[in-house]
């Protein structure tokens, strides 16, 4: 019996959970890394140890495996190309190249008529000037368009600031955004499978802390008219790119009644952890079965749930979450804490109170 | 921060979901097995691959783990026995010795007043002819009181057969046992921590095809009064063998409503595979806690459950399982299909209808 090898690039904890939700279905793992000791190797059956930019390591490692996925959107794309010559690579990098740039990626949610915040080009310091007259604020947010996460990579820049010393604290392409005056914000992820089969979760609801995810709450207990807007708009996205995976979409729901497209991940998403306790079958079952070819299933919640996050030194409390009724931990295997580093999460699992989220 | 590492004696499918879980708590896995490629070390971060006896081998992976467990029953206990002077092993020896010997099994149920099948040594053939006369029955069943599994090393000798030539069929020791007239046939789970807590799954309902586990279904259905009797019979032996660690009992529900013990198994259990999807913790989540030293948890099953075991070939016809809502499918790994090998299982989930078993 010919056993499947999934290549997955990255090793971090989605790599590690996708690897385990694929070695449920007894599909055999290959890591690529730059890093030794990745959480995704600890539960893999091999692993390269390599920069993404080696063709040789490359050549050999897409050689080893029937289908290639990533776990995170700081691929280069040309990496992606390159192995595509060899064995298919899903998502491609179209997914890619819209979520890797923040103007990019507003281009094409304007373009299929998904509203996002107001935003402009940076060009100059006087595109800042501009946008403050243009959008009457007195603040906006400037971006670096790429590689940025978890805040890095963002700035607030006020009228009465001095700007240039402001914007001179981001490196490469810039771009600003308005600000937006939001109620909450929340997350809705979606798999769509080789026949164009979607399934989708959430919406959840997201609270931030120091920029970093804290804690999701499903259902995420806003309107049935915004979940099934959020809903239509994740499909939507969706076909529109002809996905093969996974994807996720942050949103802002503003104080007056608009769903704002905020970002967009080419992946399996912190937000979506709850459901590998609260759900059949989890972001990680899915993304393995959108990416190799099976089909899609819907998510099936039987329960409710929060997911906390344990950011750096968090992780050294655990022991009395081992003990609470219906909390059920996941550790990612990192053996150095570092501030702000994602060491594991907590899921609080209670009985389904209400439909509204799938 | 230390990484807790575990070792697994053993390398089959039960090592591998036991060591599934333990990535989910972020404990590291060092597999011991025989086996080349085997399920469990697919999934693990180190395996090594030795004989039982081999004592420099046992030696070297004792000192690079915390905790051992072991898999299944089929370990030398003398292999223990050398482990336990390096790094703790759980659950201990005393719990393998009883389940590795179906006389010792036998007497020490029968002693804690824990009603088995009538049973007597066999001596010889005379033995046998005492039973039919003593039992006042046409035929029993003799088995090998070590090593036997899914109906391996067992005949039915019937009063009128050439009882000499059947018996020689079963090499080693051997056990005489009453064919009992069942109803079905149930099974319990527990899991015992440190603290001595003791949680349980199930009874579940098992139905077997050639002597091997086919179907298992949650809740059994039976009456509560049998639920509880089994329930505090399963938790009995826990408590008598100090266990640390889980223990499967397997029994007969006769026609006159009696449970009788049948048999007990030192480990996780293909009857309670179904956990891994219908509880917030499974069989194996438990497995690691209680030999880790954390407290175990009530199961808190959410649906109820079929599991069917993939048996050789069945793995081959897959696909159409892959699309069945509510199915959730487990694969081993195992490259080579032989006749009556456990290849994967599949859980049928559907809503909680009753809140009989746990």
């Known amino acids: 019996m010919k056993t499947l090898t999934l290549g997955i690039l990255g090793g971090g904890q989605l790599g590690r959970m996708s690897a385990l939700a694929a070695a449920n279905l007894g599909i055999a793992v290959h890591i690529f890394t730059p890093e030794h000791n990745s959480p995704a190797s600890q539960v893999s059956s091999q692993t390269t140890v390599a920069p993404y930019n080696d063709e040789t390591a490359l050549k050999k490692f897409a050689q080893s495996v029937d289908i290639i996925t990533y776990e995170f959107e700081n691929i280069p794309v040309d990496t992606i190309r390159f192995l595509k010559t060899l064995t298919p690579v899903y998502p491609d990098e179209k997914l890619l190249e819209v979520s890797q740039d923040r103007v ?28 403050f007259q243009e959008w009457k604020s007195s603040a906006t947010i400037i971006k670096t368009t790429r590689f940025g996460y978890d805040g890095k990579g963002q700035v607030k820049v006020n009228k009465h600031d001095n700007i240039n010393e402001t914007v001179r604290l981001l490196n ?36 931030h802390k120091n920029h970093i995810l804290h804690l999701t709450t499903v259902p995420a207990g806003i309107s049935q008219k915004h979940v099934h807007q959020a809903d239509k708009m994740i499909r939507k996205i969706a076909q529109k790119i002809d996905l093969k995976g996974v994807l996720t979409l942050e949103l802002f729901l503003t104080k007056d009644g608009r769903l704002l497209a905020n970002e967009i991940a080419p992946r399996t998403h912190n937000s979506g952890h ?85």
């Open 104 to 131: 990019i990626e507003k281009i094409f949610l304007n373009e299929i008529n998904i509203e996002t915040t107001r935003w402009k080009n940076y060009q100059s310091d006087q595109s800042i000037l501009d946008a």
């Open 172 to 207: 490469g392409d810039k771009i600003i955004e308005d600000i937006v005056d939001f109620t909450c914000e929340i997350s809705m992820i979606c798999a769509r499978d080789h026949e164009g089969n979607i399934i989708t979760y959430g919406p959840m609801l997201n609270e």
């Open 274 to 358: 709850w459901s590998m306790n609260a759900c059949l079958y989890s972001q990680f079952d899915n993304h393995i079965r959108a990416v190799c070819g099976f089909p899609v299933m819907d998510p099936q919640r039987h329960s409710d749930a929060k997911m906390l996050n344990l950011i750096g030194e968090d992780i050294l409390d655990i022991d009395r979450h081992m003990k609470k009724s219906g909390a059920y931990l996941h550790i990612y295997g990192k053996s150095e804490i570092r501030e702000g580093r994602k060491m594991g999460h907590i899921n609080f699992i209670s009985p389904k109170t209400s439909p509204t989220a799938s």
